[in-house]
Each structure stands twice: as C-alpha cells, then as structure tokens.
T-cell receptor
Framework: GAGVSQSPRYKVAKRGQDVALRCDPI?????LFWYQQALGQGPEFLTY????????KSGLPSDRFFAERPEGSVSTLKIQRTQQEDSAVYLC????????????FGQGTRLTVV | KNEVEQSPQNLTAQEGEFITINCSYS?????LHWLQQHPGGGIVSLFM???GKKKHGRLIATINIQEKHSSLHITASHPRDSAVYIC???????????FGTGTSLTVIP
C-alpha cells in the first residue's frame, strides 16, 4: 500500500498476556517512530529507529516494552505481561529521512487490556 | 512540563464559520506539524512548516518562529472538518516529536 500500515487495528488482551503490534512503514522510509496515545491525550514518544538501528528508546515506559526493526523496514512493538495502564492507541509513523521531513502516520492499533 | 500547548481544547462552530486553532511551543524547533485525527481513525499530516505560511484548500497554517507560535485556520468550515487537530514540533536536538493534546473541533450543519 501507499501509506503506513499497522496491524492489528484493534487488540483486546487479558492482563498478563504478551502482545505484538506491527508497523509497515512506507517503502524506502528511513525513520520510524512509535507513539503511545492515551484516551484524550496527545501522542507520547516511545522510540525511534533509523533503518534497523534503534537510536532512541527513552520513551519506553518500562522494560516490558520492546521494539525492533531487524531489516530496517517492518517494525514490531512488543509489550510483555500487559497491564491495564497499557491500554492506549499505539501509533507508528515513518519519514523519508529524519524528523525534519514530513511524517506519515498509520491508523494506529487500539489496545485494550482487560 | 508541556513543550507544546494548544488552544482551545474544544471548539464548536457553525458550518461556514472561520476557525482558528492556536499552538505555542517552548523548545527550539526545526519544524512544526499540524495533524488531523478523526474519531477511531489514524492521523493525517496536514502541514509541515518551519517559517511563514502554507495553504492547502480551505486550510491555512502560519508560524511565527520568534514568538514560538503557530495557527491553523479553516475557512468556510464544514461538518466533515470535525476532527481532532494536533500540533507537533520536531525539536532541534533529539529525535522525537512533541505533541500538543489536540483541539477537538465539531462543526454543526
């Protein structure tokens, strides 16, 4: 597709379950960002990749959160032992170069932990 | 600490009205983005600007770097403009964007 694709669109997980969220960026985009958006809030930065290198993971809220982009294209955000406070929309964005170029956002994955 | 502040938080307008949403930021930036988010939907980038003014259809975005302020204007508003509008900035140093909490716009027919 032409845009950033995220899957699944919706995920319901039982507390304690592990989840994996996928982001397919636009082909050729070097930069990839993950954001967490709680209800009624703006997105909060989680982590940033330049190709396969994770250059910034300062926004990951705990060691239960892990992100990878092994081949510099598709990225996966994994959350282990999910907790209710992890419920949010997880947004992925990609850009051709760095953050100074236009970012394209995916539709997001809405995670609900019950 | 909020690096990006938006106002108003909520806005209701009659169809046809001229709308202004404001964004102020406190960090040095390399670019400012205006984004649109529909309920249950993803985010669409409307504008990226680092100076001056940009126009796309009925949407106009302006930025004043000295005052660290940007505005998004919608002329002849329409119910389909109803969405959350988010201001985001790319900091000069660092890799991340900072986002405002968004302005929820409802345009009534």
């Amino acid at each position: 597709g032409a845009g950033v694709s995220q899957s699944p669109r919706y995920k319901v997980a039982k507390r304690g379950q592990d989840v994996a969220l996928r982001c397919d960026p636009i082909s050729g985009h070097v930069s990839l960002f993950w954001y967490q958006q709680a209800l009624g809030q703006g997105p909060e930065f989680l982590t940033y990749f330049q190709n396969e290198a994770q250059l910034d993971k300062s926004g990951l809220p705990s060691d239960r959160f892990f992100a990878e982009r092994p081949e510099g294209s598709v990225s996966t955000l994994k959350i282990q032992r999910t907790q209710q406070e992890d419920s949010a929309v997880y947004l992925c964005a990609s850009s051709l170069a760095g953050r100074d170029t236009e970012a394209f956002f995916g539709q997001g994955t809405r995670l609900t932990v019950v | 600490k909020n690096e990006v502040e938006q106002s108003p938080q909520n806005l209701t307008a009659q169809e046809g009205e001229f709308i202004t949403i404001n964004c102020s930021y406190s960090v040095g930036i390399s670019a400012l983005h205006w984004l649109q988010q529909h309920p249950g939907g993803g985010i669409v980038s409307l504008f990226m600007l680092s100076s001056g003014k940009k126009k796309h259809g009925r949407l106009i975005a302006t930025i004043n770097i000295q005052e660290k302020h940007s505005s998004l204007h919608i002329t002849a508003s329409h119910p389909r403009d109803s969405a959350v509008y988010i201001c985001a900035v790319s900091e000069v140093t660092g890799n991340q964007f900072y986002f405002g909490t968004g302005t929820s716009l409802t345009v009534i027919p």
